[in-house]
């Protein structure tokens, strides 16, 4: 575990622990929806390869579409607010779903209608949650905040598909998305019990357009070489990651005959193994640099998901490989993310974070909808095996290349080079 981490500064600090509570309770909610939404669709509305494909495209969408005006917004405005707001109106939208399928209303319009609209309140919250945290806890506190966020993911991620696996076997997939619905009300009673007053920095000199300042984030990112390929790497691996996740359950259910449990459970172990890459992250950058962590880590992650296409029709070894394959990529992402993540904050100045923030998440996850819609084409062209094949290998010699590039020689210390 990391010196930062072991300090424990941040274990007494009230404010921060009722953030981090309040994200991990959502995000573990979040992941049951990441289970319990797709599979709603495949058993209730007998959806195919194209409409899990256009589900998926809908949930990530609206980072293309909000996330930047979100940025420059968020930079001239407090955030805690938008935190508690997001996180009511997703309880609202969420409800829809179990209410409309118990009284015999549930579509797939209705259902690719709330999905977008969570989409697009994620998209403002996750842009509201970095920009907040900078300014809850000090500079040289958010190494290790960073640290705690990342671990978070990996715990919801742990708990929170298999819960959704269960859940879904027990009440019902779309039943099932009452506890997600709950979760996100925990968030934002979480976030009204922070005490510290925000300040807002008025900006100097004379306000300019929403575009020219949404222009000087992408610029920030364009003109510094370790920020632009770390942008450019997370933009391909979330492109042809995601044509293997969104094939994932389909291919489980109807080629592998899995239940939802099993399906649950098996996304868990991904978790598992990005908790470790988590807790290693500091000593694997202490052996071998930050820079060559992010590289290697990511051809890890991508050997991971390799391993996918490749399980048997026999129910118990398919259980195993992906098991194997699923826990090597979470382990590889988990490094990737805690080290990416510090270079990105250690490069933003504080004026310029919303924007920044933003801007990453535009570029990196603005490839999750076409990859989606490319697993929907694909799936129905070459079939789900094919596919998830076509995402998984160019994803492993793609990530190869990064080895020659300026992020091999990325370094926190530093700050990376310009």
């Known amino acids: 575990m990391s010196q930062a981490v072991q300090q424990g500064s941040l274990w007494r600090h009230r404010d921060f622990m009722l953030l981090w509570?309040?994200?991990?309770?959502?995000?573990?909610?979040?992941?049951?929806?990441?289970?319990?939404v797709p599979l709603t669709a495949i058993?209730?509305?007998?959806?195919?390869?194209?409409?899990?494909?256009?589900?998926?495209?809908?949930?990530?969408?609206?980072?293309?579409?909000?996330t930047l005006f979100a940025g420059a917004w968020l930079d001239r405005h407090r955030r805690?607010?938008?935190l508690v707001v997001t996180n009511l109106l997703r309880f609202l939208l969420i409800v829809l779903i179990p209410l409309s399928y118990l009284a015999g209303m549930l579509s797939?319009?209705?259902?690719?209608?709330?999905?977008?609209?969570?989409?697009?309140?994620?998209?403002?919250?996750?842009?509201?949650?970095?920009?907040?945290?900078?300014?809850?806890?000090?500079?040289?506190?958010?190494?290790?905040?960073?640290?705690?966020?990342?671990?978070?993911y990996s715990i919801a991620q742990i708990g929170g598909p298999g819960i959704g696996g269960v859940l879904v076997q027990v009440a019902t997939a779309p039943v099932a998305l009452i506890a997600n619905a709950a979760t996100c009300l925990f968030a934002?009673?979480?976030?009204?019990?922070?005490?510290?007053?925000?300040?807002?920095?008025?900006?100097?000199?004379?306000?300019?357009?929403m575009r020219a300042e949404i222009a000087e984030g992408l610029q920030a990112i364009l003109r510094h070489r370790v920020l632009r390929m770390l942008a450019v790497q997370a933009a391909l691996f979330n492109l042809f990651e995601q044509i293997v996740l969104t094939l994932y359950l389909l291919f489980g259910v109807r080629e592998l005959k899995l239940g939802a449990g099993e399906l649950g459970l098996i996304l868990t172990t991904a978790s598992v193994g990005g908790l470790v890459g988590v807790l290693v992250a500091a000593r694997?950058?202490?052996?071998?640099?930050?820079?060559?962590?992010?590289?290697?880590?990511?051809?890890?992650?991508?050997?991971?998901?390799v391993v996918v296409p490749f399980a048997p029709a026999t129910p118990v070894l398919a259980i195993v490989v992906l098991i194997g394959g699923f826990v090597v990529y979470g382990f590889g992402l988990g490094i990737f993310s805690v080290h990416s993540l510090s270079v990105r904050m250690a490069q933003a100045p504080p004026e310029l974070l919303g924007r920044i923030t933003a801007t990453f998440r535009l570029l990196i996850y603005g490839t999750i909808p076409i990859g989606a819609l490319l697993a929907g084409v694909l799936g129905n062209l070459v079939g789900i095996r094919a596919a998830i094949m076509f995402g998984a290998v160019p994803l492993l010699a793609l990530s190869t290349l990064f080895w020659f590039s300026a992020v091999r020689h990325a370094d926190i210390s530093n700050g990376g080079s310009p």
């Open 21 to 36: 509570s309040g994200e991990t309770i959502s995000q573990t909610g979040a992941q049951i929806s990441l289970v319990a």
């Open 43 to 66: 058993t209730v509305l007998h959806a195919g390869p194209t409409e899990v494909a256009l589900l998926t495209a809908l949930q990530y969408a609206p980072v293309i579409l909000i």
């Open 80 to 82: 805690r607010p938008v």
């Open 108 to 152: 797939l319009g209705l259902l690719y209608a709330v999905t977008f609209g969570i989409g697009l309140l994620m998209a403002v919250f996750d842009v509201a949650y970095v920009v907040y945290l900078s300014s809850l806890v000090s500079r040289d506190q958010l190494i290790e905040a960073n640290a705690k966020l990342e671990g978070t």
């Open 188 to 209: 934002a009673l979480a976030f009204v019990g922070i005490r510290k007053p925000e300040v807002v920095e008025p900006p100097e000199g004379e306000r300019r357009s």
């Open 284 to 305: 694997a950058a202490a052996a071998i640099g930050t820079g060559r962590c992010i590289v290697i880590s990511m051809v890890v992650s991508a050997a991971g998901l």
